[in-house]
């Protein structure tokens, strides 16, 4: 079975910057994509980027231009956020989805709290 682990949320102003990681707990052999969600309170979870076995990324509009997603190796992938600002507060989840739309495993989240 599949774990996940995130890390590196916490509480920052306007403007700064987090890196989220999340690890791996072990390799797949099959093709996969592993994302980033959040979810804020009183709303639906929502997709924030999602990188492919491939290299290939998406991101929320919400987020385009502030947020980076990357992988290092294979189980391992990170979420740069920048220019942070308070409607990015939410619990962020790591996520690794097959390619035929299985979600093999969700991480525990990690609280990123944008205020002033």
């Known amino acids: 079975q599949v774990q996940l682990v995130e890390s590196g949320g916490g509480l920052v102003q306007p403007g700064e910057s987090l890196r989220l990681s999340c690890v791996k707990s072990?390799?797949?052999?099959?093709?996969?994509?592993m994302g980033w969600y959040r979810q804020a309170p009183g709303k639906q979870r929502e997709l924030v980027a999602v990188?492919?076995?491939?290299?290939?990324t998406d991101y929320a509009d919400s987020v385009k231009g502030r947020f980076t997603i990357s992988r290092a190796g294979a189980n391992m992938v990170y979420l740069q956020m920048n220019s942070l600002k308070p409607e990015d507060t939410a619990v962020y989840y790591c996520?690794?989805?097959?390619?035929?739309?299985?979600?093999?495993?969700w991480g525990q989240g990690t609280q990123v709290t944008v205020s002033s």
């Open positions: 072990r390799s797949i052999p099959r093709a996969y994509d």
């Open positions: 996520n690794v989805r097959l390619t035929t739309g299985e979600d093999l495993a």
């Open positions: 990188i492919t076995s491939g290299g290939s």
